[in-house]
């Protein structure tokens, strides 16, 4: 499959050499703030364990956290909700085409699917690569990795989402072409935008949109904007990640060597992506 990387991987599991396994014991082994800590055992992201502090669900060694500030060590017992830490797995990388209906997150108190609930059963505990709505679908990234999610999430990281939206209602090209500069609406500022009409159906527009920053309901908000209705939105590629055709509710792995590449050199150590082998060709090039 052509243009993006990632866009077509193997079935296979990620390869896990003793190398890797060595440079994940030594990322975790050593002090760091609570929050981190918890993030890469794949609980959640960083921000959500502050939040889970925030909410006197974390303790550490018996004492409940106030403070998201908090260093832990090597042998400190980390509880959430009472139940223990797991060990950090590796860090790995699923692409997933999520359908509508459901929702971006592990528990629902109303009672809806989630896309948790849906995966299958085989893959190990992940979190997810920032969210869609529970109507939107497309591609979602998956990682055993909570730092690794807070770290493609954010909009430093400069990685375009592009999406697919049919909306109703008719729009002229220079309204599109004004949001390349960015806009406020409601007082909140969008960064720049890409956008153009893809094609006509009946009384609605085919339309890709492009952005960097992924603010909660950012394409709608932009389409209201714009005076158009989103009635589908469908996330298309996440930077260099393509959901191509990759089956509706199906996860495929993105080699580890992919995903190493697309972080570069010292983010790819720092979450023991490279042995040492690997290391030692690359300082060679």
């Not at 800590?37 to 502050?50: K, N, Q, V």
């Not at 139940?83 to 997150?105: A, C, F, M, N, V």
């Not at 592009?162 to 609406?185: K, W």
């Not at 935008?193 to 908000?221: F, P």
């Amino acid at each position: 499959m052509g243009g993006k990387l990632g866009v077509k991987e193997s079935k296979r599991q990620a390869p896990r050499s003793k190398g890797q396994a060595k440079l994940l014991v030594a990322k975790v082994a050593q002090p760091m703030r609570v929050a981190k800590a918890i993030a890469h055992a794949g609980l959640c992201s960083r921000r959500d364990a502050e939040a889970w502090i925030a909410a006197g669900r974390v303790a550490v060694n018996g004492k409940v956290l106030t403070t998201p500030a908090h260093l832990v060590a090597p042998g400190d017992r980390i509880t959430v909700d009472g139940k223990p830490l797991p060990e950090p797995q590796i860090t790995r990388l699923w692409r997933y085409h999520k359908k509508r209906g459901l929702l971006t997150s592990h528990k629902d108190p109303q009672g809806r699917k989630t896309v948790f609930e849906a995966l299958p059963p085989d893959l190990p505990r992940v979190v997810s690569v920032g969210r869609l709505d529970f109507n939107t679908e497309g591609l979602l990234l998956l990682t055993t990795d909570g730092a690794l999610a807070r770290h493609l999430e954010l909009p430093s990281t400069a990685w375009l989402r592009r999406y697919r939206v049919r909306a109703h209602g008719r729009v002229a090209p220079e309204a599109l072409d004004a949001l390349r500069q960015g806009v406020t609406i409601d007082g909140v500022r969008y960064g720049p935008v890409e956008a153009r009409i893809d094609r006509e159906q009946g009384s609605n527009l085919w339309l890709t949109i492009s952005l960097r920053e992924g603010k909660n309901r950012e394409v709608k908000r932009l389409a209201e904007h714009l005076g158009l209705i989103v009635n589908r939105l469908i996330r298309i590629s996440f930077g260099p990640f393509a959901l191509s055709d990759l089956a509706e509710g199906a996860v495929e792995e993105v080699k580890r060597r992919v995903l190493a590449d697309q972080l570069g050199p010292t983010l790819a150590d720092a979450f023991g992506l490279r042995d040492a082998k690997e290391r030692r060709q690359a300082r060679r090039r």
